[in-house]
């Protein structure tokens, strides 16, 4: 199968197609299975806190996905989506302290598990 060029992706066909079957042609975070012409080379370690480019931090995820993520690490990723997926309303640092100085408290949400490690 060839590969389109992923969305951004400064890969070569090879690298990229590697990376498309690391994953079995899903998303590494949600499952969809993706679509050879419109997905995305996403760096589970963004690269902003360190991540590089090697393979092992590659993966192939849908445009939904990698733009959600953005530059986030897998566990605060995890934290968006549940609160996504629970429909928990995401709150600031700031936000936070100000809800809990008027006797709010955090609700944190039960986690929930990324597509690869339901496998
Ligand atoms: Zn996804």
Known sequence: MIVK???GAKFGTKTRQTI???TNYHCYYCGTALNPENWSV????PISLGGSDELDNLTGACI???K??????LESFRTLQSRL????PWFSPDQTKFLERHGFTKHIP???LF???KQ
């Open 115 to 117: 597509w690869w490690e």
């Open 20 to 22: 498309y079957e690391k």
């Open 68 to 73: 959600r993520k953005k530059n986030h690490t």
């Open 42 to 45: 996403d760096h589970i370690i």
């Open 64 to 66: 939904s996905c990698n």
């Open 110 to 112: 039960s986690p929930d």
């Open 5 to 7: 060029r992923a969305l």
């Open 85 to 88: 997926n629970q429909k928990i």
